[in-house]
């Protein structure tokens, strides 16, 4: 009995040691199976991170693709213009905002950023003319949105007109709505003494002050200013007498090339000069213009964002002419008179007055990288390269700046470049 009663408690206590020990393994194995579950779910959510993860960058890299493919569509199209737009819609994509702007680029100038100023507004000359004073000086009404707005400028006693018919003795008047808002008398005539002139056979003053001659060659065709928005090339005219180992040259038209357009001004070809006979010839695109003599005395384009002005400064041979936010020129034609020809030894032909241009050039917002004969030494920091001290001054850069044609945009370092569909005007304008 008192082995039984021992025995019991014994078994009683292998029983519940066995029961520990099962509910253990349950418990082990209840974890095994937690631990397993967690694993699977956690694999579960690294599959589904990677996943998404993936997705993101497969939908960078097509928004990616999308904004270069636009970016370099637009380069393409217009190498000069539209490199900027293109960059500029390649950024937008990559935001995804604006994808339909390099479809069409008409749409694209309207959407996108506000839009800048129109180039063709000239502050200085926004007026209204008023009737003339009783002493005969011309007023005008500034229109500009300026300081100078609403006030009514008059023109000075010593230069009472605007456009005085003798031009070559007397001042005209100039109104300037600008911030300046003056009313000042100048001559409206080239000054081959000047800045940025170019005259005689030929002879340069630079942006610098510096006066220097170019060679050019007869026939030969030169860029005398290329920048970012236009170029102005020059057809030079010469002759070569007997025992000379250059040309004389005289620059004989000027094509001012900007946007899709081509004005260019040009002396005729005469054998006997009459100062009575206009000789300057006038084409705009191609075309001839004529140049009214009474009233303004002017014809105007607007070309794109920009306006060409072109005003008679006398009855015959003296233009000025502007192309707003580019360009301003005083032009006259003029022939080689003998006392010049034998003074110079220039041994010219009877029959051939050899009409040319002499001009002066006021710029208008050229880049610090401009080129060019003469546009070179509007650039900060230019030091000349002529030999200073002699009678002479000689620019060289023949191979630099010969374009193959007067209009022709390209030479060694040329920076202008028009849009590919309108890339040359060879064989639409006759070659002087």
């Known amino acids: 009995m008192l082995v039984m009663s021992i025995q019991t408690p014994l078994n009683t206590f292998k029983h519940l040691k066995n029961k520990s020990k099962g509910v253990e393994r349950k418990q082990k194995k209840a974890q095994t199976c937690i631990s397993i579950s967690t694993k699977m779910a956690s694999r579960k959510w690294t599959i589904l991170v990677a996943f998404f993860i993936l997705l993101i960058a497969m939908e960078a890299a097509i928004v990616n693709a999308q904004g270069k493919g636009n970016g370099n569509g637009n380069g393409d199209y217009g190498k000069g213009n ?164 250059r040309d004389y040259t005289w620059v004989q038209a000027l094509a001012v090339m900007f946007d899709s357009h081509t004005l260019d001004i040009a002396a005729r070809r005469v054998s006997q000069w009459d100062d009575k006979v206009d000789t300057l010839i006038v084409k705009w695109d191609g075309k001839l213009v004529s140049i009214p003599t009474d009233g303004e005395a002017e014809w105007r384009a607007n070309g794109d964002d920009r306006e060409v002005i072109i005003e008679r400064t006398d009855d015959t041979n003296s233009l000025r002419v502007t192309v707003s936010g580019l360009v301003e020129m005083d032009i006259r034609a003029r022939p080689i008179g003998e006392k010049e020809n034998k003074v110079h030894n220039y041994q010219l032909p009877s029959d051939d007055a050899f009409a040319h241009l002499e001009t002066q050039f006021r710029f208008k917002n050229l880049s610090d990288s401009v080129e060019g004969i003469l546009g070179q030494t509007y650039r900060p920091n230019y030091v000349s390269t002529v030999k200073k001290g002699v009678a002479m001054p000689m620019m060289g850069g023949e191979d630099k700046y010969e374009t193959r044609t007067l209009y022709s945009t390209t030479c060694k370092l040329c920076r202008f470049e028009r849009p590919t569909e309108i890339a040359s005007t060879e064989g639409l304008i006759a070659q002087y």
Do not use: W
């Not at 005259?199 to 030969?220: N, S």
């Open 82 to 245: 539209d490199k900027g737009n293109g960059k500029d819609n390649g950024k937008q994509d990559d935001k995804g905002k604006n994808k339909d702007k390099s479809k069409d680029k008409n749409k694209d100038k309207g959407k996108g950023e506000e839009k800048p100023p129109k180039k063709n507004y000239d502050e200085s000359s926004d007026y209204e003319k008023l009737s003339p004073l009783p002493s005969g000086q011309e007023r005008g009404f500034c229109k500009a949105k300026t300081a100078c707005q609403f006030k009514t400028l008059v023109c000075p006693a010593e230069c009472n007109q605007r456009k005085p018919k003798k031009n070559k003795q007397q001042k005209g008047c100039f109104l300037d709505c600008s911030s300046k808002c003056e009313a000042t008398c100048k001559y409206r005539k080239a000054n081959c003494d000047g800045y940025g002139s170019l005259c005689y056979d030929p002879r340069f003053v630079g942006g610098d002050g510096v006066m220097f001659y170019f060679h050019g060659a007869k026939g030969g065709n030169f860029a005398i200013v290329s920048d970012h928005d236009f170029q102005i090339n020059a057809h030079f005219i010469g002759t070569r007498p007997q025992g000379r180992t």
